[in-house]
């Protein structure tokens, strides 16, 4: 095997996280590369293409707190499409010159711990080889498209697409089309074909507390005032639960009465997007009276709009299915208008389910056989552990983390795994969950930054989590999940708790000496890092 280059860093993902490792290493003076699968920057927006495709995350939050980059970008929607977020990182480029420091069109197949040199040996689908000391996955929660294994899906004649790989030059107009799934892509697919198609048929399981966008244009001039606010701004996102600048309201729902509350709803509810989870009553999240009441108000705002009382059931049930915000809502613009068409029909997965896909479509349990000429699967991703199915991580006696983890997930902060050295993640499993993705992301990458510098300036080749450290922290993710209205009953996947509290834990990790990991330096030339360059 050939190493073709030898350096102090490579990260894998070329979206916010990576970017944001990338910039910080580059300053410090590191050698460092970043892996990316695709042909250009932009992570999962680079490959989101479906119709419709739009953040759900409300500038100017949803960006990088990097002056140099901020300084001179302004976004034209509150809410914006992919296509801006795709032009903002070139932006990112223009400003930055980063790609010159990523490889693109490289797919990370697998990467081993050498023992020996306490280095990683890193190898792309292309046979290229790196090695180097530190080995960071920046790849996000959703990069391994799920398809739920029904029997039978090749039977179907005609098209059938997943929405991560939306074909470029697919024309919807006029045909017949399924969406199976009503997430965040299925949402914003259907109210962007609804008035498009011939006929659409919408697959929902399970209902999506959709909230209204309220989507507006947004000026150059208020955003250049707004920014000598920023650093402020960037610093206070950190320091809420949800990663944006603004927190609960400070009293519990209980004491206050059914007129101020209707009012406050109301209030959240017209300036719109996530203000109705992250500016609600402290409450509405721990006690499930409260909550309950948030689900009645966006039940009875969603009724109100749809015509048909058995879409109205389905979509917005009277008894709530599962507790308000314990699925990430997504933010609609006019997806329950598109619904009341008379060319989209609506079918209920808990009443019937698909039993089969046949050559002309899909036959649900009532024997009903629905026409397509294209199905989409809006089902997600492979969470979770999901997407080291396809990147092997091994420990240096070849232990694949998947083995690792056939027992449960165990790590440390949801960023380090004990057995696996120099080896940092973000955004995977025990991570923070339903939060601003930037500003989530840099919560992490500035602790794994100041983790590896401190590591580097002071000569360790080696720091590994100790097993001690994440029991402990696989018991805090177990307690914040019993503690959770949105208790899931599996194994949680993510840190449960607010994003503030977890910034904390991780400051008072590194500010008690990295209490938890196990620093160790190895003399010889080779550990040390004496390397040629290849
Ligand atoms: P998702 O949120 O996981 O939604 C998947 C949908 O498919 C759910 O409605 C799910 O129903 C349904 N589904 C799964 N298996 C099914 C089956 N066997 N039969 C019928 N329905 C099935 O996936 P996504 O919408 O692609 O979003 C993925 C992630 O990307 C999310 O974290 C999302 O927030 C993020 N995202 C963000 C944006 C944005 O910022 N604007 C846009 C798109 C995606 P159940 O709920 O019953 O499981």
Not at 174 to 183: F, R, S
Not at 194 to 215: C, K
Not at 319 to 328: D, L, Q, S
Request: one cysteine or more; hydrophobic letters at 35%.
């Amino acid at each position: 095997m050939q190493v073709q280059e030898d350096l102090d860093i490579v990260i894998v993902g070329a979206g916010y996280s990576g970017i944001h490792q990338l910039y910080h290493y580059r300053k410090q003076g590191y050698s460092v590369r970043i892996l990316e699968a695709e042909s250009d920057l932009g992570g999962a927006w680079w490959w989101t293409r479906y119709p419709g495709a739009r953040v759900d995350s409300e500038a100017p939050f949803y960006q990088l707190s990097i002056e140099e980059v901020w300084k001179d970008w302004v976004w034209t929607e509150r809410f914006p499409c992919r296509d801006e977020v795709c032009e903002y990182y070139q932006h990112i480029e223009r400003t930055l010159g980063i790609k010159q420091h990523i490889r693109f069109n490289s797919r990370v197949l697998s990467a081993q711990f050498d023992e020996s040199l306490h280095r990683w040996v890193i190898t792309a689908k292309d046979g290229y080889v790196i090695r180097s000391r530190f080995f960071i996955l920046a790849i996000g929660a959703a990069s391994k498209p799920y398809t739920p294994p029904f029997a039978d899906i090749t039977s179907f004649q005609g098209v059938c697409i997943h929405t991560a790989s939306w074909p470029k030059d697919l024309d919807v107009k006029g045909k017949k089309v399924a969406v199976i799934g009503t997430g965040a892509s299925g949402v914003q697919v259907i109210q962007s074909i609804g008035s498009q198609v011939a006929h659409l048929t919408v697959f929902q399981r399970t209902p999506n507390y959709a909230l209204a966008m309220q989507q507006k244009k947004l000026d150059r001039k208020t955003q250049e005032e707004s920014k000598r606010l920023f650093p402020a701004m960037f610093r206070r996102c950190k320091q809420t639960p949800n990663g944006f600048s603004f927190d609960r309201f400070p009293k519990s729902l209980h004491a206050t009465t059914p007129e101020e509350r209707l009012l406050f709803f109301e209030d959240l509810w017209t300036v719109g997007g996530w203000r109705f989870v992250t500016n609600n009553y402290m409450d509405i999240f721990t006690d499930k009276k409260a909550n309950d009441e948030a689900y009645t108000f966006w039940r009875d705002k969603v009724r109100e709009r749809v015509h048909d009382q058995a879409k109205q059931e389905i979509l917005a049930p009277t008894i709530p299915p599962y507790p308000f915000g314990a699925k990430r809502p997504s933010l609609e613009i006019d997806y329950y208008d598109v619904l009341n068409r008379q060319n989209v029909d609506l079918v209920d997965l808990n009443k019937w389910e698909i039993s089969n896909f046949i050559q002309s479509g899909i036959q649900t349990a009532d024997g009903v056989e629905h026409e397509f000429d294209i199905i989409v699967f809006a089902t997600g991703f492979h969470t979770f552990t999901g997407p080291y199915t396809e990147l092997k991580v091994r420990a240096a006696d070849g232990t694949d983390i998947l083995e690792k983890w056939s027992d449960g997930v165990y790590s440390y902060l949801g960023m380090t795994v004990h057995g696996f050295p120099n080896f940092f993640y973000m955004y995977g499993p025990q991570s923070p969950g339903s939060c601003n993705g930037p500003t989530c992301s840099e919560v992490q990458s500035d602790w794994i930054i100041g983790c590896v510098t401190h590591a580097m300036s002071n000569g360790f080749t080696r720091i590994e989590a100790t097993r001690e450290a994440e029991i402990e922290y696989r018991q805090l993710i177990f307690e914040l999940n019993e503690r959770s209205l949105s208790k899931s009953t599996s194994e949680p996947t993510n840190y449960k708790g607010d994003l503030a509290q977890y910034g904390r834990l991780c400051s008072d990790v590194a500010s008690n000496h990295y209490r938890g990991f196990v620093f160790s330096k190895d003399t010889s030339d080779v550990a040390a890092g004496k390397f040629t360059r290849l």
